[in-house]
């Protein structure tokens, strides 16, 4: 299991010429494999 975290912009600074900016963004993600072991024969 993999947990992950992302902050862009922690600071929130914005152009006022640029409106369409985003401000602070806060990411997170999980990732799960599932993986079938191998059967280990005698």
Do not use: C, H
Request: no cysteine; glycine share 4%.
């Amino acid at each position: 299991m993999t947990l992950r975290f992302s902050i862009d912009n922690l600071a929130n600074i914005t152009n006022y010429l640029m409106p369409s900016q985003p401000g602070r963004v806060l990411m997170t993600g999980v990732e799960w494999q599932f993986r079938k072991r191998a059967a280990v024969a005698p």
